[in-house]
C-alpha cells in the first residue's frame, strides 16, 4: 500500500464514482476526504497506508474538535476507496478495519441530539436575502435559494426535502 499506488487507486475511484453517475459535489466530497488523509500520511511520515495510519488519523481528527457524525463519514468514505482499491487488487489489503470505525451507538446518540441554537430573526432575513455566493453558477443558487426556503419555512424533515418532486408542489 505504497503512497504512489494509492495516490493512483484515488484517481481511479474518483474516476469510477464519475461513471457511476454520482454529483461532482460528491466526487469532490471524496476527493477531499481522501486528500486530507493523503496530507495526514505524508506530514506524519507515514511510507505506506497502514491501520495504524488511519487509527492516528481519526484520533487526530477527534482531538482537532471533529464530530463524531463527520468522523463516522470520513470513516465511511476511507472505507469506501479502501474496498474499491482492494476488489480492483490496486492494493494489497485495506488499512480499515471494523474496529477503528465509530461505534453506531455513538454516531446515532449524537445524530439525536436536540438542536441548542435556533436561527434567530435576522439570520433567517440574511439567508433569504444574501446574494449569489461567488463561485456558484446563478442555476445553482436559485436552486439552493429555493431549497433553502422551503427547508426553513415549511417544517419538512430532511428526507422528506430531498424526496420532494416538482409533481408534488
Known amino acids: ?32 476526504i481522501t486528500q486530507k488523509y493523503m496530507d495526514f500520511i505524508k506530514e506524519n511520515g507515514y ?32 472505507h469506501g476507496f479502501f474496498s474499491f482499491a482492494t476488489d480492483m487488487e490496486m492494493i494489497e489489503k485495506s488499512p480499515v478495519i471494523p474496529t477503528l470505525m465509530p461505534s453506531k451507538k455513538a454516531v446515532n446518540v449524537e445524530r439525536k441530539k436536540p438542536y441548542t441554537k435556533l436561527l434567530t430573526a435576522d439570520e ?4 433569504i436575502t444574501c446574494g449569489r455566493p461567488k463561485g456558484v453558477t446563478e442555476l445553482n443558487w436559485k436552486r ?8 426553513l419555512t415549511s417544517g419538512l424533515r430532511n428526507s422528506e426535502l430531498r424526496d420532494l418532486r416538482m409533481r408534488d408542489i
Do not use: C, P
Request: hydrophobic share 45%.
Open 124 to 127: 433567517f432575513k440574511k439567508i
Open 144 to 151: 439552493n435559494r429555493a431549497i433553502l426556503v422551503v427547508f
Open 47 to 78: 511510507e505506506e497506508a497502514s491501520i495504524a495510519s488511519v487509527n492516528d488519523w481519526k484520533i487526530s481528527l477527534s482531538e482537532a474538535g471533529v464530530k463524531i457524525t463527520t468522523l463516522n463519514l470520513y470513516m465511511q468514505v476511507l
Open 1 to 32: 500500500n505504497t503512497l504512489q499506488r494509492v495516490e493512483k487507486a484515488i484517481k481511479a475511484y474518483l474516476a469510477s464514482k464519475r461513471a457511476d453517475g454520482l454529483s461532482e459535489g460528491t466526487i469532490a466530497n471524496y476527493e477531499r
